[in-house]
Nanobody
Framework: QVQLVESGGGLVQPGESLRLSCAASGSIFRINAMGWYRQVPGKQRELVARIISGGSTNYADSVKGRFTISKPDAQNTVYLQMNSLKPEDTAVYYC??????????????WGQGTQVTVSS
């Protein structure tokens, strides 16, 4: 089994920054990709940023130039640095990982979510 634990959410004012962290643990053999999604009530969950093995990244157009995803090679942890936050970034942010365990093939895992609120 794989667990993803997020941290770093909170309440900030427009223009401020936050850094989200997501640590993966369990019977991990290999992580193919990790990413961040967000969801607001009444809307579908959407991709924010994703990083795959080897370091390639992709971002939603709405966050390009403001958010940066990173994952140190030696860690099963992914970070999302969010700068110049806007009220429309308010959402529950979910960590996602594409993981192969010691007994199963690659599968998708999700964290419990962390609330990010941007408001003056």
């Amino acid at each position: 089994q794989v667990q993803l634990v997020e941290s770093g959410g909170g309440l900030v004012q427009p223009g401020e920054s936050l850094r989200l962290s997501c640590a993966a643990s369990g019977s991990i053999f290999r992580i193919n990709a990790m990413g961040w999604y967000r969801q607001v009530p009444g809307k579908q969950r959407e991709l924010v940023a994703r990083i795959i093995s080897g370091g390639s990244t992709n971002y939603a157009d709405s966050v390009k130039g403001r958010f940066t995803i990173s994952k140190p090679d030696a860690q099963n942890t992914v970070y999302l640095q969010m700068n110049s936050l806007k009220p429309e970034d308010t959402a529950v942010y979910y960590c996602n990982a594409d993981v192969r365990t010691v007994v199963t093939n690659f599968a998708q895992y999700w964290g419990q979510g962390t609330q990010v609120t941007v408001s003056s």
